[in-house]
């Protein structure tokens, strides 16, 4: 880990670590991938503003999330299959997440349970939660997520349908996996990744299987899933969850100013400006074009998170000074869970914040509630 400086380094590596189908369900987005592009690109687009002579000794990333003390301004995304991009995975983000001070979120789509999580770490930890059709399903899953103590509950509001992911179709990515001459080659070459996989305990998914009749078969749970995505969902379902949850309320998928004042109104404690990394409506403007108008919409009501091709520490300072209160990262934790485990998470997390203060330092900034547009060139 010494030798990687950037996300870019731990992308690399995990290409070359996991199989080609893994990688890609993490790299890819929807469709022609247009929405996945434009949050790469009108991130890069931002410029910053270099300031000289100003004294910016003694700088500090501390944040708050929910009122929660945070080392910086980043959380670690709630991800699916997070525990096939290494074994154990969604237990070695949680540690690395605990130990470096920043909050992480467990995926519905999870490996390891809601349970196994809780029982490794110290403190609690966020939960994501899919309401689906069977609504007994998502109400246990809230409380288990109140008897882990889970200190937010974030509902992620864009998956009413899933937008169809080309590479993923192709690649024969499925639960089970569906197994070709190509995809079975490639496997093959990643002998540590699937001797890794044989001897894990856990090859399912773990907040699901035993609700699930027949739920320890792969094929079971996966028939299952693609029934319970719920196109009726509406905003009474949000009141429905808030009634069964006595914390703090997360709202994942915002993406436009509308839905924002509505979220806003609703009770939420924060919202977060996604378009689920691309991989949903594609076409979609991306998160950090349509941020500002959203921070106007909300009123100042709800705390305001961004999500969506972060991979650097100006990524973070550029949606923080186009007024999101902190930022989460997926795609980057997934790469760095792949290319070396609990290690791997610690330095990307690392990379971030060094990047974050040395930009900070350069235009002129000492800490996070310094920052603004005024840092935007």
């Known amino acids: 880990m010494n030798s990687v400086t950037s996300i870019a380094d731990l992308r690399e590596i995990a290409k070359r670590r996991i199989p080609r189908a893994i990688f890609d369900y993490a790299d890819c987005g929807s469709y022609n991938e247009a929405t996945l592009r434009a949050n790469r690109a009108d991130l890069d687009a931002i410029g910053l503003r270099q300031r000289v002579l100003i004294d910016v000794d003694n700088r500090s990333t501390a944040s708050r999330f929910l009122g929660q003390p945070a080392t910086m301004p980043v959380a670690i995304a709630p991800t699916g299959l997070t525990g096939l991009f290494h074994r154990d995975g969604e237990i070695f983000g949680a540690r690395a997440a605990e130990k470096f001070g920043i909050p992480f979120c467990l995926s519905t789509m999870s490996i390891c349970s809601i349970e196994d999580v809780r029982a490794s770490v110290g403190k609690p930890f966020w939960f994501q939660l899919y309401v689906m059709r069977d609504r007994g399903f998502a109400a246990s899953l809230i409380e288990r997520a109140k008897a882990a103590e889970c200190s937010a509950l974030v509902l992620t509001l864009d998956l009413q349908i899933q937008g169809q992911r080309h590479r993923d179709i192709k690649n024969g990515l499925a639960v ?77 998928g915002v993406l436009d100013a509308e839905d924002a004042r509505i979220a806003a109104d609703c009770g939420a404690d924060a919202i977060v400006v996604s378009n689920h990394g691309g991989r949903q409506l594609d076409g979609a403007r991306s998160s950090i074009s349509v941020l500002p108008g959203i921070v106007d919409a909300a009123q100042g009501k709800v705390e305001i998170l961004f999500d969506g091709g972060i991979t650097s520490g100006q990524d973070v300072l550029k949606a923080l000074a186009s007024g999101a209160q902190g930022c989460l990262i997926g795609k980057a934790f997934l790469y760095a869970l792949a290319a070396g485990g609990e290690a791997g998470v610690t330095r990307a997390l690392d990379i971030i914040r060094r990047e974050l203060d040395v930009s900070m330092a350069l235009t002129g900034t000492r800490t996070i509630d310094e920052i603004g547009p005024h840092v935007l060139a």
């Open 176 to 252: 089970p996996p569906r197994l070709t001459l190509a995809n079975a080659i490639n496997i093959a070459t990643k002998p540590g990744w699937a001797l890794s996989m044989l001897r894990n305990k856990r090859k399912s998914f773990g907040n699901l299987q035993e609700r699930v009749p027949g739920g320890d078969s792969l094929t079971t749970l996966s028939q299952w899933i693609a029934s319970q995505f719920d196109p009726s969902l509406s905003w009474k379902d949000v009141e429905w969850v808030k009634s069964l949850w006595p914390g703090k309320l997360i709202l994942k």
